[in-house]
C-alpha cells in the first residue's frame, strides 16, 4: 500500500490504528479503529470524520458501534470513490492519519416507543446503535434490513441482537421478503401494527420513500442526512440542507431530521455537487494502481 | 544572507525623514495570478537597514500603543538600522509570537503606522514590512532563539482553538511556566491563519514555524479535538485537571444572504471555498490533494471584505478560471478590505462591480448558472457610519457565473456555547468577557473573533495576550 504513489507513510502526526478489518459483501469493509478520545463520548446517531493521509480528503462516517474496554471504534465503509477504495486497501496494521468527533446530535431517545428501523445497503452500519440504544431502556425494537439479494445482506447477526424482531427484504427474493424495506413497512402500516417512531437511514431514494410511506399515517419519521461536509463544526456550510423550509447544517444541526419535512431533491443535487471532480479524481488513482500493478507483474 | 551589516550611520533626522519609504518588491501581478507562491518578495538586508533609518527614535513613540501586543517598535527597528537582526528578533518575539504572521496580514496602517510621529510630514515608517523582513531572517538564518520560561508553576491550562487568539495565549502561559494543552478541531494546527487566509498571502509554511516555536516552547498541541464534542469544558475542568481555559474558537459560523437559490450548486460560502483551497490545498487537486475544488469558468464574490479579497484572488489563480468578479454593494471608499489587497486583486485582474447587490441565484437543473443583481446608490449614514446602499428600482441585470462565493461576514461557532452551562453569550452568540477575556464562568476566558465577532488576527492576538496575563494572575492565587 505505502508504494502506491500519493500514499506516503502515515507520519505518525496523528496516529488511529486499524485493530481489525473485514471484507464484507458488495464492496463494504468493516473497520475496528482505536480512537479512544471518541469512544469516551460516542452516542447512537453520531459520527465521525477521517481523513487517510496528507493529501487526503475529509469524509465524514456514522459510528457503527464502539467498544469502551478497547478503545475502539466500528465503521461500515463501502469503496466507491478514490478515499473508500484506498482506505479498503488498507489493512490491519496501517493507521488513518486523522479520526475526529464524535459529531452531530445524537439520537433522542425516549422510553415506552415501538421502534421501527429500515436499514437499505450499508445504512444498517446506522442504525445499529440506535436500535440498541432504544432496546437498551425497553423500547420493542424492530428492524427491517434490506439489500440487493442475500450474499450483500451484512449485519443480519448484529442486528438481531439489538432488536427484538428482524425483518428482511431482499430485491431478488433470496432471502426474506421479496421486494425493498419499504415493502415491508408498507404492509405494517396497513394491517395497523403498532409504530411509534419510523427511523430510516440509506440512499436519499430510500428515505424519501420511507417518509412518502409514512406520511399518510402521521407516524414520527426520522432520517438521517448524508450530504458533503468538510470541517463538522458548523463551519463551512458544505453540509447545508433544507427541513421546513429552513437551512439546516447536517453537521450540527443533524444529521437525523424530520423526515416529512426534509427537501429531498434537494440533498439529491448537492450531493452530486463534486461528481466531475470526483469520477477525474478515481480515474487518475485507478490508473496509478494499475501502473503499480503492472510494474509489480513485470518484477515476477 | 549576511549576518550582520555594519552601516550604523549617524544621520540627522532631517537626513533621516528624506530617505524615502520603501516598498517590497513584488512578483508581477501576470504572472503571480497563475500561481500561489506569495505575491511580496520581502526586504533585502540593504532595503530594511535603510528602512529602519528613516526611524527617528523618537522620545515618545506612539507606535507601541496602537500595536495590540505592544511591539517594542523603535527597539527592534533601532537593532534593525544596526544590521543587528538577531537582536532585532528577539525583541520582537518578547511580545508578539507570530511575528512573520503579523509583518504579512496586520492592518499596519490603522495601527502603529497611522500614530508614527513621522507621518505627520513623510510616510510613515514601514513597520509591517520590517517586522516581516526580521522574522524571515530570523527563520532562514535558523538562528531561532527561544526566550527564557519561567520555572514551572505546575498549573495546566487547556486553550480551546490553534488560531491567533489561542496561539498568542498558550505562548505567553507556557512563558509564565504553566503547562499549556492547545485544543484543535481541525487535523492543523493555525486556525484562520491555515484554512482562511491563502498561501499567496501568508505561506502555510510560515505558520507552520510559528507552531513550531511554540512547541519548541513546550505547548502541547493536540489536533483532531473539538471541545463541545470530543470532550466539554466542565470535563476539562473537572475531571481532566486544567486550572484555568481560554477559549479561541473563532468566528466559524458562515452567514448566507437568504435570497432565492443560494443552495443551488455552485454556491459557497467563503469558508468552505477557502477551507477548500487553503487547508485542505484544492489548488493542488487533482494530482496532489483529493479535496475537490470548484471547475467553474466565472466567479463572482460577495462582499467587501478582506475574505472576499481572499476568495477572489484565490480563484483568480486557478488556472481554469476566466473571469472572477467582486461584486459589493457600497463603493470604492466603503469596502472593509485593506487596501493593498484591493490594489492586488485589481491589478490581477479583477473585476469589481460596485454598487451592486445579488438579489438570486438562477439555476439550470439544480447546478448555479447566473446571478440577478441590482443597482445601488448611497443614501444616509447607517448605524456602521456607513453610507446605506439603496436599491436603485428597474436596474436589475443578469451575471453569468458558474460559481459565487458568499463573503459577507460570519457569525459566532455555537458549539462551546450549547455545550457549556452558565457561560454567557449576547444575542449573536458572541460570548460576553470583560477587558481582559473574563467570561461568566469561573476559570473560562475567551478572545478574538468569538467575544468581538469577525474582526482582525492582531485583534485576536491583544485579546489572547490580555487574557494570558490575567490567567496568570488567576492560577497563581488559586490554591
Redesign the interface.
Known amino acids: 500500500m505505502n508504494n502506491v504513489k500519493g500514499f506516503p507513510h502515515n507520519q505518525g502526526v496523528h496516529v488511529f490504528p486499524i485493530i481489525e478489518k473485514n471484507d464484507l459483501a458488495a464492496k463494504v469493509y468493516r473497520y475496528i479503529i482505536k480512537a479512544p478520545n471518541i469512544v469516551k463520548k460516542a452516542k447512537a446517531g453520531q459520527f465521525v470524520i477521517l481523513r487517510l493521509y496528507e493529501d487526503g480528503e475529509r469524509i465524514p462516517i456514522t459510528l457503527a458501534d464502539w467498544d469502551e474496554a478497547r478503545g475502539t471504534i466500528t465503521l461500515y465503509v463501502q469503496a466507491v470513490g478514490k478515499t473508500t477504495i484506498m482506505m479498503s486497501m488498507m489493512k490491519a496494521g496501517d493507521s488513518l492519519m486523522d479520526v475526529v468527533g464524535p459529531f452531530g446530535v445524537p439520537s433522542h431517545v425516549e422510553k415506552g416507543k415501538t421502534f421501527v428501523a429500515l436499514g437499505g445497503g450499508f445504512g444498517i452500519a446506522a442504525i445499529h446503535p440506535i436500535v440498541r440504544a432504544h432496546r437498551v431502556i425497553g423500547n420493542r425494537t424492530i428492524s427491517i434490513i434490506g439489500a440487493r439479494s442475500k450474499e450483500l445482506l451484512i449485519m443480519e447477526n448484529e442486528m438481531r441482537a439489538v432488536s427484538d424482531d428482524v425483518r428482511i427484504a431482499t430485491d431478488d427474493g433470496s432471502y426474506g421478503t421479496k421486494g425493498f424495506v419499504t415493502t415491508i413497512l408498507k404492509s405494517m402500516l396497513e394491517k395497523n401494527e403498532p409504530i411509534d417512531v419510523v427511523l430510516a437511514i440509506g440512499p436519499v431514494v430510500m428515505m424519501k420513500a420511507v417518509s412518502d410511506l409514512t406520511k399518510p399515517y402521521g407516524v414520527q419519521t426520522l432520517v438521517s442526512l448524508n450530504p458533503i461536509m468538510m470541517d463538522g463544526t458548523g463551519m463551512c456550510g458544505a453540509c447545508r440542507v433544507v427541513v421546513g423550509n429552513k437551512m439546516q447544517f447536517a453537521c450540527v444541526d443533524g444529521p437525523e431530521f424530520n423526515g416529512h419535512d426534509v427537501d429531498f431533491e434537494l440533498l439529491t443535487a448537492r450531493q452530486k455537487m463534486y461528481s466531475p471532480q470526483e469520477k477525474i479524481s478515481l480515474e487518475i488513482f485507478e490508473k496509478i494502481c494499475q501502473t503499480q500493478e503492472q510494474r509489480e507483474t513485470a518484477a515476477w | 544572507m549576511t549576518d550582520k551589516i555594519d552601516t550604523q550611520r549617524k544621520l540627522t533626522n532631517k537626513e533621516r525623514m528624506k530617505i524615502s519609504r520603501h516598498a517590497m518588491p513584488e512578483q508581477d501581478p501576470l504572472e503571480r495570478a497563475k500561481n500561489f507562491f506569495e505575491v511580496p518578495l520581502g526586504y533585502t538586508p540593504e532595503l530594511a537597514i535603510e528602512e529602519a533609518e528613516r526611524c527617528i527614535q523618537c522620545k515618545n513613540p506612539k507606535c507601541i500603543e496602537g500595536c495590540p501586543v505592544n511591539v517594542k517598535i523603535p527597539q527592534f527597528i533601532f537593532h534593525v538600522a544596526m544590521g543587528n537582526f538577531e537582536l532585532a528578533a528577539q525583541t520582537l518575539k518578547e511580545t508578539n509570537a507570530l511575528p512573520a504572521v503579523c509583518g504579512r496580514v496586520c492592518p499596519q496602517e490603522e495601527q502603529c503606522e497611522i500614530v508614527c510621529n513621522i507621518s505627520a510630514k513623510v510616510e510613515p515608517v514601514a513597520i509591517g514590512r520590517l517586522e516581516r523582513f526580521v522574522a524571515d531572517w530570523e527563520r532562514a538564518s535558523r538562528k531561532i532563539s527561544i526566550p527564557s520560561l519561567a520555572p514551572p508553576t505546575g498549573r495546566k491550562i487547556a486553550v480551546i482553538g490553534a488560531g491567533p487568539a489561542g496561539l498568542t495565549c498558550a505562548g505567553d502561559l507556557a512563558k509564565l511556566g504553566h503547562t499549556v494543552t492547545i485544543f484543535e478541531?481541525?487535523?492543523k494546527p493555525g486556525g484562520v491563519l491555515v484554512?482562511g487566509i491563502p498561501e499567496f498571502r501568508l505561506p502555510k509554511q510560515i505558520v507552520e514555524a510559528e507552531v513550531h516555536y511554540l512547541e519548541k516552547m513546550g505547548v502541547q498541541i493536540q489536533?483532531?479535538?473539538?471541545v463541545g464534542?470530543?470532550?466539554t469544558i466542565d470535563e476539562l475542568m473537572n475531571e481532566d485537571g486544567f486550572d484555568a481555559v481560554f477559549i479561541g474558537t473563532g468566528a466559524?459560523?458562515?452567514y448566507?444572504m437568504g435570497i432565492p437559490g443560494e443552495?443551488?450548486?455552485g454556491v459557497?460560502?467563503a469558508?468552505?471555498f477557502l477551507?477548500?483551497m487553503n487547508l485542505?490545498?484544492g489548488f493542488?487537486?487533482?494530482?496532489?490533494?483529493?479535496?475537490?475544488?470548484p471547475?467553474a469558468k466565472h466567479f463572482a464574490v460577495i462582499g467587501g471584505g478582506n475574505t472576499a479579497m481572499d476568495a477572489a484572488r484565490t480563484a483568480r489563480r486557478l488556472p481554469w478560471a476566466e473571469k472572477v468578479y467582486i461584486v459589493y454593494r457600497r463603493s470604492h471608499i466603503e469596502m472593509p478590505a485593506r487596501k493593498e489587497e484591493i490594489h492586488h486583486g485589481e491589478e490581477e485582474g479583477i473585476e469589481f462591480l460596485l454598487l451592486t447587490n445579488p438579489t438570486r441565484f438562477l439555476g439550470d437543473?439544480?447546478w448555479l448558472v447566473a446571478m440577478e443583481c441590482q443597482k445601488m446608490e448611497l443614501g444616509e449614514p447607517d448605524a456602521s457610519g456607513r453610507r446605506k446602499p439603496i436599491p436603485i428600482a428597474g436596474s436589475e441585470f443578469v451575471l453569468s457565473v458558474e460559481a459565487a462565493i458568499v463573503a459577507t461576514g460570519n457569525g459566532s461557532?455555537?458549539?462551546i456555547n450549547k455545550t457549556t452551562p452558565g457561560l454567557a453569550a449576547n444575542k449573536y452568540g458572541n460570548i460576553i468577557a470583560d477587558e481582559t477575556g473574563k467570561t461568566s464562568r469561573e476559570g473560562v476566558w475567551a478572545g478574538g473573533d468569538i467575544v468581538i465577532g469577525a474582526a482582525t488576527v492582531i485583534k485576536a492576538m491583544g485579546a489572547g495576550k490580555k487574557a494570558a496575563a490575567a490567567m496568570h494572575e488567576y492560577v497563581m492565587a488559586k490554591k
Open positions: 478541531a481541525l487535523h484554512y489536533c483532531d479535538f473539538v464534542m470530543t470532550r466559524g459560523l458562515p448566507f443552495n443551488l450548486n459557497y460560502s469558508n468552505e477551507t477548500r485542505m490545498k493542488e487537486f487533482p494530482n496532489h490533494a483529493d479535496t475537490p475544488v471547475m437543473n439544480g461557532n455555537p458549539l
